[in-house]
């Protein structure tokens, strides 16, 4: 049964961001007006703060996956900066131990006596937000292949790296069809890699789809073709999804048209789920 | 009742022993006549951290007879002294990471089976035996080379990558109180019971269901050394055994 790998030291996953950095990512969502770009820089930091305190135990962080975040705009490049600047894959450890900068935010507790408790945490920064040049997709799927050929021979046994990319629009350097494909096509001994392509919207009329299971409905070529290079939910991400109270099918694909701050959130969440606990 | 005890643990594989996250008590018991036997077995949570401690402090507990209550009632004092323990190892430690507080602040889980073996009045032969359970660590009762009772769960098929574990500090959303299992029954003289953490459970209650004897390979490590069943683990680990940290008391009735 594919999808059932353990993800322990010994054999460690892989995550890839695959994120649009171009211009027209200064707009904001059609909810709100926080520029997607800042969506997006909030909503990477979180995850890399999630992930990090997943694999944390008492002793350090134990490095169950090597994480990647690929950047496309005016350049296309690991979004990595400081002591992480151009690695293309790097292990959580290194990742939790080395953000761009901790910043110190106030947060309030409440103590077992009930009393409000307002003190200083330090909460890691590994991007800020970008937006400028064009969509170049198709260089940017290219530096994916590139990366994770890298990791499936050296892991060849590994749960499959799942590829999220998220994007507000159409590339501007050529169909990234086949460039696409090519990144789905890999696989390791327990199945193929899980590409989720997740549209961001600032367009409030945009058609909202959340994992649908078929191409019906999808309003136009360019939706039809992110549709079509997602990969299928496991069914351990389906259950999630419905989990999340999401209406989906056995056979929805990884793929969110028009996507809100929480649809983002949502399918990050969904798009990087195993099943089988760390070891 | 005399007990003949033995107790066996081993790391995950790849791991360090300092890693190991399964907790047992008592660590040894004598052969002396006695009335009463209490013991446990912990799995703390490779996904939380500090689990360790809190699979120590539940094991200890149970044992001295200090968590007693049948729905675990103790718990919320137990989960303060946690909480205790592991601000101390915060506050010693002036350089921690930035993820450590707030892994603490998730707190720490694990899996129980605690088991009481009392004596009848008037019968050294024969006695009662209590236990409760929450998660996947299990107790197998074995009576004349035949399995008579299996706790809490009773099938390979029945153990999930997700069990309900016991939480260090519970939230509204954690309904483990309701997972809280129990059982009764009797033993006699030249019964076993092997109370064991989830991996090795799951296999023994597998090969069991197969009609083969898994305690008999057991057996066979109570009467070598500890350096055997370690061994004989490692050999079994990741097919027929899932490579996690495994822990077994046998204990022999008498």
């Keep these: 049964m594919p999808y059932a790998g353990e993800i322990s030291r010994k054999n460690p996953s892989c995550f890839l961001f695959i994120v649009d950095h171009s211009a027209s990512m200064e707009d904001p969502f059609a909810s709100g007006t926080k520029r997607k770009c800042d969506g997006l820089a909030e909503v990477l930091n979180r995850f890399l703060y999630e992930l990090a305190i997943k694999c944390a135990k008492e002793e350090g962080i134990r490095n169950y996956y090597d994480v990647g975040v690929i950047g496309y705009g005016a350049t296309v490049e690991s979004a990595f900066t400081g002591k992480l600047a151009a690695r293309s894959l790097v292990p959580i450890a290194d990742v939790a131990n080395n953000p761009m900068r901790l910043d110190e935010r106030p947060k309030e507790t409440v103590t077992s006596s009930g009393e409000a408790v307002r003190r200083i945490v330090r909460v890691p920064v590994w991007f800020d937000p970008v937006a400028a040049g064009g969509t170049p997709m198709v260089k940017a799927f290219g530096l994916a292949a590139s990366v994770l050929r890298g990791w499936i021979d050296a892991h060849p046994d590994a749960y499959p790296p799942a590829v999220v990319h998220i994007t507000d629009g159409e590339s501007t350097d050529g169909d990234p069809t086949v460039a696409m494909r090519g990144v789905t096509q890999m696989h390791t001994s327990d199945g193929n890699v899980l590409l989720f392509n997740v549209h961001i919207s600032s367009d409030p009329h945009g058609k909202v789809l959340k994992f649908p299971s078929s191409a019906d409905g999808l309003p136009d070529a360019y939706a039809r073709m992110l549709y079509a290079s997602s990969s299928y939910l496991t069914p351990f991400m389906c259950a999630t999804a419905r989990a999340q109270g999401l209406d989906v099918g056995d056979e929805a694909k990884g793929f969110v048209l028009n996507a809100d701050l929480n649809l983002l959130v949502a399918a990050l969440d969904i798009g990087t789920r195993a099943s089988n606990p760390l070891r | 009742m005399r007990v003949d005890f033995a107790a066996f643990w081993l790391h995950k594989d790849g791991a360090e022993p300092s890693q190991y996250e399964d907790a047992f008590a008592p660590a040894c018991v004598d052969d002396r006549p006695r009335t009463r036997l209490r013991c446990a077995v912990a799995d703390g949570a490779t996904e939380s951290a500090y689990s360790r401690i809190w699979a120590r402090q539940l094991v200890s507990e149970f044992a001295s007879g200090r968590l007693t209550a049948p729905d675990l009632t103790e718990l919320p004092l137990l989960g303060r002294r946690w909480a205790r323990s592991v601000a101390q190892a915060l506050a010693r430690n002036e350089s921690a990471a930035w993820y450590l507080e707030p892994k603490a602040a998730d707190g720490a889980f694990a899996a129980l089976i605690g088991l009481e073996l009392t004596n009848v009045a008037h019968a050294d032969d024969r006695g009662a035996y209590t236990a409760v359970a929450l998660g996947d660590s299990c107790f197998v009762q074995v009576r004349e080379d035949r399995p008579l009772r299996a706790f809490p769960l009773g099938s390979s098929a029945a153990f999930s990558a997700r069990p309900i574990l016991l939480p260090s500090r519970p939230t509204a959303a954690d309904n483990f109180a309701g997972a809280i299992s129990h059982d009764a029954g009797q033993w006699q003289s030249g019964d076993t019971f092997y109370v064991m953490s989830d991996a090795?459970?799951?296999?023994?209650?597998?090969?069991?269901?197969?009609?083969?004897?898994?305690?008999?390979?057991?057996?066979?490590?109570?009467?070598?050394?500890?350096?055997?069943?370690?061994?004989?683990?490692?050999?079994?680990?990741?097919?027929?055994?899932?490579?996690?940290?495994?822990?077994?008391?046998?204990?022999?009735?008498?």
């Design chain 2, 200 to 254: 090795l459970a799951c296999w023994f209650l597998s090969v069991a269901e197969r009609g083969e004897r898994p305690w008999r390979a057991i057996d066979q490590f109570a009467r070598a050394d500890r350096s055997g069943f370690r061994k004989w683990i490692r050999l079994q680990q990741p097919t027929a055994l899932k490579n996690d940290d495994v822990t077994l008391l046998r204990i022999v009735v008498r």
